[in-house]
């Protein structure tokens, strides 16, 4: 009976947390990476197996390009909420306040101060 290691399996993975470790621990983790590797061909060299690496994730090919139709399309998107945006008034007028006159302003106050006055006979304060 043959042994076989597993073609498909993956290398030691590293810890996420790397960016936590110190160069020294980095360069040891990294030493020890290799001596795994090294002990894995020779055991595949006792065993007389070959297996072959895991297959590394497909690279990214540069930057995808968009075609001139598409970046005119985008533009012609643009320019349509812009002027939509413009064709509208920049803000709605407001109304502007009726003024008080002076009589009201001091029937008002009058009235303010007999309620503190009233507030004040009954022991309350502001709090």
């Known amino acids: 009976m043959r042994l076989q290691l597993d073609p498909h ?3 030691i ?4 947390n790397m960016i936590n470790l110190t160069p020294q621990q980095l360069r040891k983790a990294a030493n020890l990476q290799e001596k795994i590797q090294e002990l894995q061909k020779k055991l595949n ?5 070959t297996v072959e690496s895991a297959p590394e994730a497909p690279m990214k090919k540069g930057r995808r390009k968009m075609s001139a139709a ?7 998107a643009q320019k349509a909420r ?14 502007a306040r009726k003024k008080m006159s002076a009589a009201a ?7 303010a101060k007999a309620r503190w006055a009233k507030a004040k006979k009954a022991g309350k304060t502001k709090l």
């Open 9 to 11: 399996l993956k290398p």
């Open 13 to 16: 993975q590293t810890p996420i």
């Open 45 to 49: 060299q006792i065993l007389g197996t």
């Open 70 to 76: 598409g970046k005119a399309a985008i533009r012609a």
């Open 82 to 95: 812009w002027a939509k945006i413009k064709s509208k008034t920049a803000r709605p007028i407001k109304k």
């Open 105 to 111: 302003k001091a029937r008002l106050s009058a009235l």
